[in-house]
């Protein structure tokens, strides 16, 4: 159907609009005119070339590209339209998002923004030289909650460097996240960008360690579900970004560690699990192992989540659960959890076949708050 001829005054009015600044979609409301009879009056009027000429465009703002992709699929074109901008900035924008963790999913030409998209595990390889390695462990953070203890997570990384360990493994947890319930306990204002920001000014840092993380389903996980964004690399991003290289992200919920040496290797499993902790703390660990299908068992497991630390061996895998450094909080007290504080330090050897001949986890206990600052 052509478009409806318009008048000479209604025409005049819209130029006048547009040289207000005002956008399509509002001349469309006052005018009832379809946009692309505006975009024309625009172009015929010689508007297009003149505001560029007065004014650089402005860059858009990836939240206005996400308020649109969470309604329903957009394409280039209908992104432009909708936003009142070129195909060529929405491109530019496009590219900024993925580059920075957005899960963008592009089926058909549409790009679409799920709350949670599949993320592949990781993999990452680590080669040896000799055969033995010592490395060092923590999880389960909770950086921005008030429980959380820097003093122990420090007190980690002094201990890491006086041993010369170079290789820290992170389990997750990293930042508390936001929910209904730990509103109360945050100490830094609502957003991840102020959580990633407490992490990349909190987190210890010492020269020469490298931190490999994954990201957990929860808690920092809150984010990637709802604002469709990968965290544990936007992290990384983020970091690098105010200088920091050391914080390595491993992948979502899991990742698989190749231990190089010799002809062979050992698999490694960084894991972040669900679910709540059990009457036995390692049954957890011996379910977990048993429902892996033949040939996707590891032969070591780092497991946080929990809480908890335990050294088990169900089905010849050597399973460890790596503690926390945060007290009880007011969920776990409401559930009657027991945090424990602490970290670790590996040690392990292997044949030339890549074989675990030898495997020793250190455990280093803390204790309350009220233990060091003698309150009672």
Known sequence: ???????????????????????????????????????????NAGLSTQAAAQSPEEPLTHQDIRKLLKKKPHDEAELADALDCSPRRVKEALAEMKAKGIMLLELNGKYDLKESIHIEPGQSVIKSSNGTRRFGVTGDNHLCNKHSRLDVLNAAYDHFEREGITEVFNTGNWIDGEARFNKTELVTAPGLDSQINYLIDKFPQRKGITTHYIAGDDHEGWYQQREGIEVGRYLQMRAEESGRTDLRYLGYGECDVKLEYGSGSACMRVVHPGGGSSYAISYTDQKRVESYQGGEKPQIELAGHYHKFNYGYPREVHTV????????????????????????????????????????????PFFDRGFYEKRF
Do not use: Y
């Open 321 to 364: 659960q790596t503690g926390c450094t945060c007290d009880q909080t007011m969920f776990m007290r409401k559930k009657k959890l027991q945090a424990h504080v602490g970290f670790l330090i590996v040690n392990l050897s292997q044949d030339t076949n890549g074989a675990i001949t030898r495997f020793s986890p250190e455990w280093f």
């Open 1 to 43: 159907m052509p478009a409806r001829p318009i008048s000479a005054e209604v025409e005049k009015q819209i130029i006048e609009l547009l040289r207000q600044g005002v956008t399509r979609d509002r001349i469309h409301q006052l005018t009832q005119v379809g946009s692309g009879t505006i975009s024309r009056i625009k172009l």
